[in-house]
């Protein structure tokens, strides 16, 4: 495994693994997409230590059920990621270190998350973005606008770190910790509520 943390006692698991390590030959797959959600249902299996029922909800929020849990996947080149949780509201997502970002930046960062070092750009645009993916799973409902209701305040940029995040919707109003660690060329980001 790649990444696998405890959060505390709070009886949170967080995992990231290589798809190809998590699947095995027996699976028979039509897709790339159905080999990464296969693969963070299995990851999200091997975290709790039994076999987790996820479906979704009717916003298309994964949801185990056959257990009273709640677990957060995500997917990006090769890696799938799960963040399985008791009792706790949660988001994750990973991402690489993708340089395409630059062209849609400007879609979900204010002026002044905009406001950036030349040097270390890239690297923030990724975290911006994961950041606020990881808040919108935590949210989990849709029409939810990355640029002005998902805020991100100024950080120090660091190999591992905490951000604080605001989430601003009607009947909703969260401010918190996001969680991050820069790793192999990827960043994976996590809410806790």
């Not at 009717?58 to 090769?78: A, R």
């Not at 979900?108 to 645009?125: H, I, K």
């Not at 951000?163 to 991050?180: F, K, N, R």
Request: negative net charge; hydrophobic residues 45%; charged residues 25%.
């Amino acid at each position: 495994m790649i990444l696998l943390e405890n959060i505390g006692s709070k009886k949170i698991h967080l995992g990231v693994e290589r798809i190809a390590d998590i699947l095995t030959s027996d699976i028979v797959l039509l897709s790339a997409a159905e080999a990464q959600s296969a693969a963070c249902r299995r990851l999200a299996d091997k975290l709790w230590g039994e076999h987790l029922v996820i479906g979704k909800n009717e916003d298309g929020k994964p949801e185990v059920e056959n257990k009273p849990l709640h677990v957060s996947l995500s997917h990006t080149i090769g890696l799938a990621g799960a963040i399985v949780s008791e009792g706790h509201q949660v988001g994750m997502d990973i991402e690489w270190l993708n340089p395409k970002i630059e062209r849609i930046a400007a879609k979900f960062l204010t002026s002044q998350e905009l406001d950036m070092p030349e040097a270390d750009r890239l690297e923030r645009l990724i975290l911006y973005w994961s950041a606020k993916e990881a808040m919108y799973k935590l949210y989990a409902k849709r029409k939810l606008e990355l640029k002005t209701q998902l805020l991100i305040a100024p950080f120090e940029l660091a190999a591992e770190g905490v951000l604080q995040g605001s989430i601003i919707a009607p009947g909703y109003d969260w401010q918190g910790e996001v969680h991050y660690r820069f790793f192999a060329n990827n960043v994976v980001t996590y809410v806790i509520d």
